[in-house]
């Protein structure tokens, strides 16, 4: 396994879970939520979804989609964004949902696409016992350094030109876009609340790692070719850097964040303590041979050293060397594998994430 050319902060200081639960984890919630992601509303709003459209027989298939619209109200204002669910029409019992934060286009999700793609194969997650839902990440918040002008922000801040250091980047505004999606989710009776996951690609797959650190309502997370600010290592890193991300995105993550640029030795935080936020709940990670700009070593790196906190829960972790492209390693509640190809999302990488929260002894006695 690659060691960066500096450690990372320590994860855990005392090595109880009593300690972890009640200081060193929210300790770490906190240092990411003011130096990376910024710090989403917790309450003073409230959430209601309506039923808009519902499609019998959705991508050629014998499956049902029902777009819901989510009513995010807050003191300035209302805001509302759809999201998909995709049913099979023949189902047993309250079923488990994979959510895909979907940062491409709509025409992947939409039911009256023609297009499927391994992006989001739906009759694949459906045959395997899932519902599959997504949301769009635009429809949250848009992916444009719009000044937050334009998405859920605006419904929460009336001064948008002296925002704090630490208020809430656009991955946060996803983030909790999809928590919404979960406040609707987890009141609907065909779905099982206890085994809803958060899935997400690049920069869904760092929002679906925020999102389930955040809200412990979600099962399970799995992050694909996340890189950057997402599941890998910091320190040591190769391809992009902190510097190249908040160049590229600035309204992605808070503006302390930006004190960090050409500074993560000194960061006294680093990603795997992003995944270590998710223990003791199932958590995937997965890479791609050529996505050299997200960098699968320093993924699965962060994926090992995340097993410390794992481990205070009496669950296994991660160990041995990086594995061979197509080789998916199991550690307990914690996965990964490395796909050969490019940065994407594959239906080959979400039936690797089935089949490892299929293996979960919790989710096998559903
Ligand atoms: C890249 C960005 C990455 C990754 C990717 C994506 O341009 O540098 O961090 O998030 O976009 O989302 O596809």
Redesign the pocket.
């Known amino acids: 396994m690659k060691v960066p050319s500096s450690l990372p902060p320590v994860l855990l200081k005392e090595t109880s879970s009593e300690t972890w639960e009640n200081s060193r984890r929210p300790e770490l919630l906190a240092l990411l939520r003011d130096e990376v992601y910024g710090a989403a509303p917790l309450r003073g709003f409230s959430t209601r979804f309506s039923l808009s459209e519902e499609t019998k027989d959705a991508m050629h298939t014998k499956i049902d989609c029902r777009a819901y619209t989510v009513t995010v109200s807050a003191p300035l204002g209302e805001y509302r964004f759809p999201f998909y669910l995709y049913l099979p029409q023949q189902r047993k019992g309250p079923l488990p949902v994979l959510l895909l934060i979907n940062?491409r286009e709509r025409g992947l999700i939409d039911p009256k696409s023609s297009r499927t793609d391994g992006f989001f194969p739906v009759a694949e997650l459906t045959a395997r016992g899932f519902a599959a839902a997504a949301l769009l990440t635009k429809d949250v918040d848009t992916d444009q350094d719009d000044g937050f002008q334009n998405g859920i922000v605006r419904i929460f801040e009336s001064d948008l030109s002296h925002r704090a250091p630490n208020a809430w980047g656009t991955i946060a505004a996803w983030a909790f876009g999809a928590s919404r999606v979960m406040d609707c989710l987890s009141q609907l009776p065909e779905l099982d609340p206890a085994r809803i996951s958060a899935v997400g690609h690049?920069?869904g797959g760092?929002t679906a790692l925020w999102c389930a650190a955040n809200d412990r309502r979600f099962y399970s997370a799995y992050s694909s070719c996340s890189?950057?600010t997402g599941a890998a290592i910091t320190r040591g890193k190769q391809g992009?850097r902190v510097a190249d991300?908040n160049r590229?995105f600035p309204y992605w993550f808070c503006q302390n964040y930006k004190n960090w640029n050409g500074r993560e030795e000194e960061m006294p935080f680093d990603q795997q303590m992003l995944l270590a936020l998710i223990a003791p709940r199932p958590l995937y990670v997965g890479s791609a041979t050529e996505d050299l700009?997200a960098d699968p070593q320093a993924e699965f790196l962060s994926a090992c050293l995340a097993g410390e906190a794992y481990r205070l829960y009496g669950e296994k972790g991660l160990a041995g060397e990086f594995p061979a492209p197509e080789t998916p390693l199991h550690g307990g509640r914690i996965g990964y594998h490395l796909r050969t190809g490019e940065?994407n999302l594959t239906a080959y990488d979400w039936q690797r994430y089935i089949d490892f929260l299929q293996g979960q002894p919790d989710f096998a006695v559903k």
């Open positions: 940062n690049s920069r760092k890189g950057c992009e991300i590229a700009w940065h």
